[in-house]
């Protein structure tokens, strides 16, 4: 294992210049972080901490949240990232999703093993505090966010909780299932959104923004929780092109709002577009639900609180994997169930890759739908 200990890891790292806006009490990322740089950096290894397994990373998953540490409000300057984030003088290495192979693990790891594929949660949780005694692991209190909080997963190797290792060694057998492996994570955001709203037989749903997590919203919603129509919107023409696959029916924002339903039971606003939801307010049934998953960073408005006391209007923030949701993704994917690498639009080679791509935040968001990194091989 010295060997390993020697080598040098290829990591994509993220800096900013630190300046909380002036007569902010609690500032979030979006109004602390200004002029963020985007580099590629070769680090070398330490040695491995007893709870932590060294991995050489196979396919590497960009989220939107990783594009928004690097994307700019361009009146000011500042980034766009509302999520927690931490990035330290010298750089954060971003990226929380992905999937490789384990090559080395800490002496208190038991549940993974040297030669294993994994895929990871990103939330790394105190398993202390009140809300994780309760079991709500998604809303611990002392969480740190890989990639965002703690240093992520874009290099060559990396270091990682061994707490966030799920084994997807029967997925691992392909290219298909690798590149599905990668997908877990935002599935499992998707997954917890259906269960917040409780989405059952005979729904109909409305997803707001056909990104990864909205176009897996749409998916489970129908495959698995039973939805009896899904209805996607979506602004960016690519994008709807390709949610045909999950929705039965496809909209630009206007055209939903002019043609749309009228009798709607489940919103899952996946866009960051807050508008969206009090546009669509009055439309929800009696005992309809809303979750929000789409960060930011403005307010939410909402004139049609009459209608939601009167309907018993159900509106919920919806953060997370935890509780169970990777276990059922992975095995839906195993059982062929669902298939996750159908929302791959690009794959582009290394942290090099990566690092040039981020450079184009709007091609992104234009051109693709989820984008994985080959990090090695």
């Given at each position: 294992m010295e060997r390993i200990h020697a080598l040098k890891s290829k990591l994509l790292i993220v800096n900013a210049e630190k300046r909380p806006v002036d007569g902010i009490a609690n500032p979030g990322p979006h109004q602390i972080y200004r002029d963020p740089r985007v580099s590629v950096l070769n680090r070398e290894l330490g040695g491995l901490g007893c709870d932590k397994v060294r991995v050489e990373m196979i396919y590497g998953g960009l989220c939107g949240t990783d594009v928004h540490l690097v994307e700019t409000n361009p009146d000011t300057g500042y980034i766009r990232c509302s999520?927690?984030?931490?990035?330290?003088?010298?750089?954060?290495i971003i990226g929380h999703e992905g999937v490789g192979k384990v090559v080395e693990v800490g002496s208190r790891v038991y549940h993974v093993k040297e030669g294993d594929y994994v895929t990871f949660e990103s939330i790394i949780v105190c398993y202390h505090c009140n809300a994780c005694r309760r079991g709500q692991f998604n809303q611990c209190q002392h969480a740190r966010l890989l990639g965002l909080e703690q240093d992520g997963l874009f290099g060559t190797i990396v270091d990682v909780p061994s707490m966030l290792t799920h084994e997807v060694n029967a997925l691992a057998g392909s290219d298909k299932g690798l590149k599905t492996s990668a997908c877990i994570e935002p599935a499992g955001v998707a997954y917890v959104a259906c269960q917040n709203t409780h989405v059952s037989a005979g729904d109909v749903i409305v997803v707001f923004g056909a990104g990864p997590i909205g176009l897996f919203s749409a998916m489970l919603g129908k495959v698995v929780f039973g939805a009896s129509r899904v209805h996607v919107v979506e602004p960016v023409k690519f994008r709807r092109m390709?949610?045909?696959?999950?929705?039965?029916h496809i909209y630009d924002i206007d055209e939903f709002f002019d043609d749309g339903p009228c009798s709607v039971d489940v919103v899952i606003e996946a866009s960051g577009n807050m508008d969206n939801v009090n546009r669509v307010f009055r439309r929800l049934n009696a005992n309809?639900?809303?979750?929000?998953?789409?960060?930011?960073?403005?307010?939410?408005?909402?004139?049609?609180?009459?209608?939601m006391i009167t309907n018993a209007v159900s509106l919920v923030g919806s953060r997370g994997h935890l509780g169970g949701a990777f276990a059922k993704i992975i095995s839906l994917c195993e059982n062929n169930r669902i298939s996750l690498d159908g929302v791959v639009t690009e794959i582009v080679n290394g942290t090099e890759g990566l690092c040039d791509l981020l450079q184009s935040p709007k091609k992104i968001l234009e051109e693709n739908c989820k984008v994985l990194a080959r990090l090695n091989g």
């Open positions: 999520a927690p984030a931490d990035i330290p003088k010298e750089g954060r390709l949610a045909k696959k999950w929705s039965d309809g639900r809303v979750a929000i998953l789409g960060r930011s960073g403005v307010p939410l408005v909402l004139d049609a609180v009459d209608h």
